[in-house]
C-alpha cells in the first residue's frame, strides 16, 4: 500500500525564521510529489516535482526531490504569519491506470508574530 | 472565477437521509476527481473520472457512494442513508492530463458534511 509520511506534525516558529518541512514516501510507480498548502479551506497548489536533485522555487518557499532516498523537503525563509496552514504532501502513482494522489497527514505550521 | 467550484459549502442532515454534492471543475480539464478530508488527515481519494467516464473507485467508496459525471463536465456525488462516520469535507479537483502524462490537481472549497 502506498504510504506517505510527513514530519514534524506541528511546527512553530516566530517571523523570520526559516523552517523546513519533510516528507518521506513509498509507492509502487512513482510518477510525481506535490505539495499543497492549506488553510481553513481546499488545499492550494504549491509545486510538483518529477526530478530528483532540481530545485523549484517560487519566492520564499522552495523544494525539492531525492527519489534515491524517497523523500522531498520544502523549505520556506524569513517566514510571515500569513505562512500559518497545513503543508500536506501528496504522491501520484502510475501504473493499471491508477492517477490516485496519496496523502501525508500534513504539517501544520503556526508562524508567531 | 474560473477554479473549481463546489456547491453546497456546508450540508447539515440527519442519519439516514440522502445528499448530492456538485462539483463545477475548470473547464478545459478533461479529469475529475474526488477526495474525503476528516478532522487532522490528509484527504483520502475516493473516485475520478476521465471525461465521462469513471476510471478507479477507492475501497472506501461503499455501495452508498455513486458518484457521476454524464456530461464530462459538471459531477455529482451521491451519499445514500447517510451515516454519522460520513461527516468529512468533501474536496473536488481538476486536473488537464498533459502530453508528459503529468497533471496538477486544482481543489475546490469543500463541501462540509455533517450527519447529525
Known amino acids: 500500500e502506498d504510504k506517505v509520511v510527513q514530519s514534524p506534525l506541528s511546527l512553530v516558529v516566530h517571523e523570520g525564521d526559516t523552517v523546513t518541512l519533510n516528507c518521506s514516501y513509498e509507492?509502487?510507480?512513482?510518477?510525481?510529489l506535490l505539495w499543497y498548502k492549506q488553510e481553513k479551506k481546499a488545499p492550494t497548489f504549491l509545486f510538483m516535482l518529477t526530478s530528483s536533485g532540481i530545485e523549484k522555487k517560487s519566492g520564499r518557499l522552495s523544494s525539492i526531490l531525492d527519489k534515491k532516498e524517497l523523500f522531498s523537503i520544502l523549505n520556506i525563509t524569513a517566514t510571515q504569519t500569513g505562512d500559518s496552514a497545513i503543508y500536506l504532501c501528496a504522491v501520484e502513482a502510475s501504473g493499471a491506470g491508477s492517477y490516485q494522489l496519496t496523502f501525508g497527514k500534513g504539517t501544520k505550521l503556526s508562524v508567531i508574530p | 472565477d474560473t477554479g473549481v467550484s463546489q456547491d453546497p459549502r456546508h450540508k447539515i442532515t440527519k442519519r439516514g437521509q440522502n445528499v448530492t454534492f456538485r462539483c463545477d471543475p475548470i473547464s478545459e480539464h478533461n479529469r475529475l476527481y474526488w477526495y474525503r478530508q476528516t478532522l487532522g488527515q490528509g484527504p483520502e481519494f475516493l473516485t475520478y473520472f476521465q471525461n465521462e467516464a469513471q476510471l478507479e473507485k477507492s475501497r472506501l467508496l461503499s455501495d452508498r457512494f455513486s458518484a457521476e459525471r454524464p456530461k464530462g463536465s459538471f459531477s455529482t456525488l451521491e451519499i445514500q442513508r447517510t451515516e454519522q462516520g460520513d461527516s468529512a469535507m468533501y474536496l473536488c479537483?481538476?486536473?488537464?492530463?498533459?502530453?508528459?502524462?503529468?497533471?496538477?490537481?486544482?481543489f475546490g472549497p469543500g463541501t462540509r458534511l455533517t450527519v447529525l
Open positions: 479537483a481538476s486536473s488537464l492530463r498533459g502530453w508528459k502524462g503529468t497533471d496538477t490537481q486544482y
Open positions: 509507492v509502487t510507480n512513482f510518477r510525481s
